[in-house]
């Protein structure tokens, strides 16, 4: 299935998207202190952390400034130079690597530039389910063909279907101060399939200024089926959160976080 709004608005138009990922570092330090809290009770402190889809590198700067050494993979040549200029107003750039290339080819991407295995995998926020499930599957293999025995993976800040059944919402907006973004979805229990309308638009006084819109299909996991693809691909699932800044147990209410070890 091809999937042309990934280009568009992760390419074309991550002028937009990058303003929502610029929102997104808001909590995102007490999300690492969380993930280093689980990585500390399986003797993890320090080491080599792989950050698939990083966006603009929220994670991976946020990790390294624990003394990780982290390498980020996104197909946006935009978000990667957005965290490579974080990176370096936070001093550190020496432990960041941004990779530029489609996650579906990860192990081809890594290996050209970085030669150690991964201690840490985290796979966080909306991105999962763009393409295929086979590549969801395929992702998460490569990702374990370049980790250590008994590396761990973090899926982290995603939606789910349980959630879904009880609190989908059909329409919402994101002001960010004098830019708006309005979402309207379709949910499809049947496939999972989540279907949404992204319209940005300025604020201009009272009125909105429309920019571009952009329809995007993605696929939506239960923890269940996500934890099984987790297995086939050599990842055990050995942990769920709802919210991993606090370790809160997960429910139909809250994000999921899995935590996976390799096997």
Not at 66 to 79: C, E, L, N, Y
Not at 90 to 99: A, E, H, I, M, P
Not at 217 to 240: D, F, M, N, Q, R
Request: charged fraction near 25%; proline fraction near 2%.
């Amino acid at each position: 299935m091809r999937r042309d709004w990934v280009n568009k608005l992760f390419i074309e138009r991550s002028d937009l998207y990058l303003r929502l990922l610029n929102q997104r570092w808001l909590g995102t330090e007490e999300l690492v202190d969380g993930m280093t809290k689980v990585l500390d009770s399986f003797g993890i402190k320090a080491g080599h952390l792989l950050d698939l889809c990083c966006g603009n590198g929220r994670i991976s700067i946020h990790m390294a400034k624990k003394g990780f050494k982290a390498v980020g993979v996104d197909i946006s040549r935009a978000f990667l130079e957005a965290g490579e200029r974080k990176a370096r107003e936070l001093g550190v750039s020496n432990l960041v690597t941004f990779l530029e290339g489609d996650i579906r080819k990860l192990e081809e991407v890594v290996r050209t530039r970085y030669s150690r295995p991964f201690d840490v995998v985290v796979n966080a926020w909306a991105s999962l389910g763009f393409y295929e499930k086979e590549d969801d599957l395929s992702m998460f293999k490569q990702a374990r063909q370049l980790s250590k025995e008994g590396s761990i993976l973090f899926v982290a800040e995603t939606t789910h279907t349980e959630y879904l059944s009880i609190k989908f919402a059909p329409t919402s907006y994101i002001d960010l101060n004098r830019f708006v973004i309005l979402e309207n979805r379709r949910y499809e229990p049947l496939t999972s399939q989540v279907s949404t309308s992204w319209i940005f638009y300025n604020k201009r006084g009272q009125d909105l200024e429309l920019i571009d819109k952009v329809e995007i299909t993605h696929h939506i996991y239960s923890l269940s089926e996500l934890s099984s693809l987790l297995l086939k691909a050599g990842w055990k699932t050995v942990a769920s959160y709802g919210n991993l800044s606090t370790l809160q147990s997960m429910s139909p209410l809250t994000h999921m976080n899995i935590v996976a070890k390799a096997v």
